[in-house]
Structures are given as C-alpha cells and as structure tokens.
C-alpha cells in the first residue's frame, strides 16, 4: 500500500499563499485528493485531481483562491493555497485511492497531515 507524507504547512496571515506538497512512497496514477479538518469540525474535501492531472475538482469554498496539482515522475501532489482566509485554518490531509467516483468522500489511504494555521 503507497503511504503519503505531507509538508509545507505553517503560520501565515490572511490574505497570504501556502504551498503544500505530499509525497507518496511510490508511483500512483490513482485519484488523489486534499482533505482538511478544523477543530471540532468534521473533515471536509478540499479538491481532487485525476491520475494524469487533466481533471480536477474543487469545493466551492476554496474555487478561485486554491491549485491541485499533480508531478508523476516526482511521485508529488500538491495544494496552492492564495488568498487564506482564517477559516482555512485546519489540519490538511492528503489521500489516495478513492473508494468510489465521487472523489469527494472515501479513500483508502491517508497522510498524517499537515497543520495550517491562518491569522486574521
């Protein structure tokens, strides 16, 4: 099973960018997807990026400000975060293997997560 490790979270103010990458332990052409969850809050989809990276997906909270983006040959994902808002404020996960084709709920594999914390 591909084990994931994510990085790049921290400390940044609204209205500032984050770049969160994570790395699987081999080659997937699997569906991955960006999850993120705030205290006391369930975890949520963030977005989604097909095998190749020719399709994405987005939730509507983060269209227009955050980039899913995928380097196969560095077994890489990765989240562009812009325009953070302190409601972005969560722990970031990233997963592979989706369950289903809505890539928005399950998958079968998850990194540890990363903390991101936006202050207003």
């Known amino acids: 099973q591909v084990q994931l490790v994510e990085s790049g979270g921290g400390l940044v103010q609204a209205g500032g960018s984050l770049r969160l990458s994570c790395v699987a332990s081999r080659r997937t052409f699997s569906v991955m997807g960006w999850f993120r969850q705030a205290p006391g809050k369930e975890r949520e989809f963030v977005a989604a990026?097909?095998?190749?990276?020719?399709?994405?997906y987005y939730a509507d909270s983060v269209k227009g400000r955050f980039s899913i983006s995928r380097d196969n040959a560095k077994n890489s994902l990765y989240l562009q975060m812009n325009s953070l808002k302190a409601e972005d404020t969560a722990v970031y996960y990233c997963?592979?293997?989706?369950?289903?084709?809505?890539?928005?709920?399950?998958?079968?594999?998850w990194g540890q997560g990363t903390q991101v914390t936006v202050s207003s």
């Open positions: 990026i097909s095998g190749r990276g020719r399709s994405t």
């Open positions: 997963a592979s293997d989706p369950r289903t084709t809505d890539y928005s709920t399950a998958y079968d594999v």
